[in-house]
Structure formats: C-alpha cells, structure tokens
C-alpha cells in the first residue's frame, strides 16, 4: 500500500506508531522521517523502547496503530511476499553479533547467500572474502567467532548484515561490550561503510560517543512520557534543545 504525500527523499517513514504488549503501551503516537544516507539514531533512556522500536522496523513485531513506510510502501499493509521482497533490504546486526558458533566466519557470511540468491560457490566464496576485507577482516574466513575478539566478532556480523547488499543496515546497541579503542574503530567502520555504499543506516544506541561521532538525525524517546520528545541531528540538539530529559540524557549520559 503507497502511502501518499511521502517525502521523495525519504527511506523510512514512520506515522502514528503506538507500540504496545497487551494493554502495556511502550511508546504512542511516534511521527518521524528517516531520509536515505541518514545515520539515524534511536536514543533515550532504559525502558523507554528503543529495541523494541526497531523489532517493529524490521518487521519482527507489528505496531499497535500506525505505520512503517519503506520508499513510500506501508510494510504492516503489504503483502507477505511483498514484506519479505522488503526485509531482503535489511541488514541487521544485533547487540550479540548473532553468529553460529559452530560456523567459521566465512560460512556465517556465506548463510544469506545461499539462501537467497543463485550464486554459485566460487561466487560466493569471492563475495564473502570481499565482504570480510571491507570490515578489516581479511585472511579470517576460517576462524570461528570464539577465536577471535569481541571487535572482531561485532565486524564479522556486520559482514554477514552486509552479504545481500541491504539497503538500510540496523544496528542494536553496536558498542555494547566493547573497549572505548574498540568502539571507535567500530563507529569509524560504520561511517566509511556508509560513504562506500551509500546505505542508510539506523543505530539504537545509548552511548553517547557514538551518537555525537556518527549521528546525522534521531530520535528521543521518552520512558515517562511514553512519546517522543525530540528528534534532530543529535548535535544540534544538545546546543539547541530546551527540554531538561534530552538535556540531562546529552550532557551527563543518564540512562
């Protein structure tokens, strides 16, 4: 279903989101546009559904009321095999990095290519050291995850979330886990990726390095009002925004 009026920029478009479990409503009435190239923030603090708001992106849950619009199609109003046309386009690496411990690194990449496309091994064995080099991981295909770092296990998932060349990558709460060294370079491989694909990218995140270093717009939502109470650039906010609990969240880093 197109929606009409859409903002021809726009990658991601949310309307009137409520997001509940039951009669437990986690945020009501969210209105915000995520534009193609964006390095889009969810923040606010604990409780306040920021990786719930992103299950509902992805299409893991779907919304109370409202809507989630991908080039002006609604996901929740589309056909199943139109939705999953849609999911193709996601790349997802999660907090854990997600990766079968059983799998080198090289077949945890190789999965979605086996699974959703033609290619043939040799194919699929240069996509996936390719897709290993363009997060520093070159010469690692046969590690497993448990021999190697942290760092290193958070890039190896963002290879695999980059196997199908996705439109939009999603990240929840990348730096969890990690040094301060770690999570720079991680913040550093998400801007260069970025700039090389030209992919938009959505970041649930509460660390606020990472939202001052690679922010381009966000999100605020707010655990008490159940709303949000700010979007923007995340910089401009924290020179221009009046409201004491963005306030407060920017400058002492309070979750």
């Given amino acids: 279903m197109a ?3 859409s903002n021809q920029n726009a990658c991601i478009e949310v309307t009137g989101l409520t997001m509940a479990y039951g009669d437990f409503v986690v945020q009501r009435d969210l209105n915000f546009t995520i ?19 992103m299950r509902h992106m992805i299409g893991l849950k779907p919304p109370a009321t409202g809507t989630v619009s991908y080039g002006g199609v609604s996901f929740w109003d589309a056909a199943p095999e139109e939705r999953e046309r849609m999911m193709r386009q996601f790349g997802i690496l999660y907090q854990s990095g997600a990766l079968f411990s059983s799998m080198t690194l090289a077949e945890n990449i190789a999965l979605p290519l086996q699974q959703y496309t033609d290619l043939g ?8 050291s390719l897709k290993l080099a363009l ?18 296990q958070k890039r190896a998932g963002l290879a695999r979330a980059m196997a ?8 929840d709460e990348p730096s969890a886990g990690l040094d301060p060294i770690s999570a720079r370079l991680l913040d550093d491989l998400i801007l260069e990726l970025r700039e090389s694909l030209g992919s938009t990218v959505v970041v649930v995140t509460h660390e606020l390095a990472s939202i001052f270093a690679i922010g381009t717009n966000s999100v605020f939502l707010d655990p008490e009002k159940k709303t949000m109470i700010a979007h923007g650039d995340p910089n401009k906010l924290l020179a221009e925004c009046k409201d004491p609990t963005v306030h407060r969240f920017l400058t002492r880093g309070d979750n």
């Fill in 3 to 5: 929606v009409n009026g």
């Fill in 35 to 53: 534009n193609r190239g964006d390095i889009f923030i969810i923040m606010g603090g604990s409780g306040c559904g920021k990786s719930t708001l």
């Fill in 121 to 128: 091994a040799h194919q699929i064995a240069r996509l996936v």
């Fill in 135 to 152: 997060v520093g991981l070159a010469g690692f295909d046969d590690y497993y995850p448990s021999e190697i770092s942290g760092g290193m």
């Fill in 164 to 171: 199908l060349d996705p439109d939009v990558l999603f990240f």
